[in-house]
């Protein structure tokens, strides 16, 4: 996400990386350079000019030509900066009510009703939460189907009543099915248009108005730029919403969207979207997002979503089956099942200082892992415990069985061999001769 604009950025900025001579003339040319990398995503022009012009008042108020690393304090002012522009702090959403109402709104077209999906997933596996799904959309049969298929897929219960035609009554009376069924947040879906026009606007006031939300979210499709931040604009003006959420952001190279609505609307952006994965929903933090765009990658970020796939108890009887050279294809395979619900492979090293831009211009499959996955597949149960046993003729099987070649098989053989090894030596006081075979190999 943000690839041109990081691009950019970073070129603005290397000027006053180095160790040449830093003038107030480089710096303001500098900074020419990032209002423009601003312009370039979409960010409007006078927010983009107030920016550049508030960190050059900061640089020359901070003495940064007479600082011994002017370019990291320059790019820290940026950071600063770009931090504020979106935001500040993280903002939570509101669980008080009993239940807690959530009312989502947007175009059609933003994504809203896989989102809905997404916040209450959320919600149910983070927040431990009982949420209920309203599908309040009588315009879009398709749009009740697809709540009800995103519902099943996450195991969250949908309320819909195809036979009524007023959103209102359906939004009391999901609202009364949550309370009746336990549910202690309920989450309602709204119909889109296609544009902004009266009777859609009309029809959201009401149910506002009707059902007193404590969260009233309005979903953008970051990809739109300029125009997601003038339809939130448009939508504030009528419902005063609590607060933005930015969909397709792993689609988005510019983040004129990210960067330019907090300060149009004076809302805060909650969550955004990163993939199409029902798990593919990160919390809006604005510090962690300012790293990213100057390609500092966000590490917090990284282990948190490891941490939430981190399971103790696997990973003991893991570290025993290592301990008893037992690791096998199947361990192998779990463990890549939990990378894979950590986000798509984009996204992760992204997340990585550096290697963002290091990189940048690879093809990197989201679905890496499926050539992997089809080998294992392909093993018998006593081959995938017993890697050993597998000979030319059972290779041939399996790059059959797999849609491989056998140099394919052959390879993940090697490196499988090569990574329980290494396990194995960072078993006890294998580490410290790791490390000096690492010395050895420099």
Known sequence: MFDNLSDKLDKALHILKGHGQITEVNVAETLKEVRRALVDADVNYKIAKEFTATVKEKALGQNVLKSLKPGQLMVKLVKDELTELMGGDVEDIDLSGKPSIILMSGLQGSGKTTFSGKLANFLATKKTKKPLLVACDVYRPAAIDQLHVVGDQIGVEVFSDRGNNDPVAIAKAGIAHAKENGCNVVIIDTAGRLAVDEVMMTEIANIHEAITPNETLFVVDSMTGQDAVNTAKAFNDVLNFDGVILTKLDGDTRGGAAISIKSVVNKPIKFIGTGEKMEAIDVFYPSRMADRILGMGDVV????????????????????????????????????????????????????????KMMKNMDIDDDAFRHIEAIIHSMTPEERSKPQIINSSRKKRIGKGSGTSIQQVNQLLKQFDQMSKMMKMMQGGGGKRMMQMMGKMR
């Open 301 to 356: 970020s990284l282990v948190e979503r490891a941490q939430e796939q981190f399971d103790e108890e696997e990973a003991r009887k893991l570290q025993k089956k290592i301990a008893k050279n037992q690791f096998g294809f199947d361990d192998f395979l779990k463990q890549i099942q939990q990378i894979k619900k950590m986000g798509n492979m984009k996204d992760l090293i992204g997340m990585i200082p550096g290697a963002g």
